[in-house]
Structures are given as structure tokens and as C-alpha cells.
């Protein structure tokens, strides 16, 4: 029997690092939503928040979002993956870059 599926919503993720989770995660999949006017890039980490430093510390991936309403899903199967520290992000206009995208950007992890 498979475990339930619940989901965490965070809203004006920015280019200050949060904490997506408190410890060991395994996540089944990720919506990114994007309403600013600029494309953004959410850059996640296997790390604290506090550990972060956006720009210098490098992502375990980041998910390019369209401007505008854009959106993207991300699946990582019906086992997930897991984020064994922390699962921590931030939003910003480039890859692995440090700028603010401004409010609008909001991320939804489900998890078993």
C-alpha cells in the first residue's frame, strides 16, 4: 500500500534561501508558478536555508519558468526523490544567479 500524498504551498519564494523542509524528504513532485513579469529560475538545494548562499552556493537543479502565468511540473516518479539534509530554495532571474525577481513566485512540493 502506497503512503498518502500531502502537498506544502510556499508563496514569494525570492532570492533569500527557505526552508521547504525541516529534515529528510522524499518528494513525488514540484509546481512552480510563475506571475511576475520576467522569466525566473527556482534554484533548490539539498541544504538548510541558512546554509545557502544564492549565487555562490551551487543548486542541485533549478526549473526555468516562463514570465507571465508560466508554470512548470516537475515528476520524479512514483518513489520521488529524496532530499536527505534539507530541501531549501530560491527564486531568482538566472540559472544560478542572486537576483530578486520580485513577489509572484510560488512553489508547491508534494510529498509521501
Request: glycine residues 8%.
Amino acid at each position: 500500500m502506497s503512503a498518502p500524498l500531502s502537498s506544502t504551498h510556499f508563496r514569494n519564494v525570492k532570492n533569500t534561501a527557505v526552508n521547504l523542509s525541516n529534515g529528510l524528504i522524499d518528494v513525488t513532485s514540484l509546481l512552480v508558478v510563475n506571475t511576475t513579469a520576467a522569466a525566473i529560475f527556482v534554484q533548490f538545494f539539498n541544504l538548510a536555508a541558512a546554509d545557502v548562499v544564492v549565487g555562490t552556493t551551487r543548486p542541485v537543479f533549478s526549473i526555468p519558468v516562463a514570465a507571465t502565468t508560466g508554470f512548470e511540473v516537475v515528476y520524479f516518479g512514483p518513489n520521488g526523490t529524496i532530499f536527505d539534509t534539507r530541501l531549501s530554495a530560491a527564486a531568482t532571474t538566472t540559472v544560478e544567479g542572486s537576483t530578486d525577481p520580485g513577489d509572484g513566485v510560488f512553489v508547491q512540493i508534494f510529498i509521501t
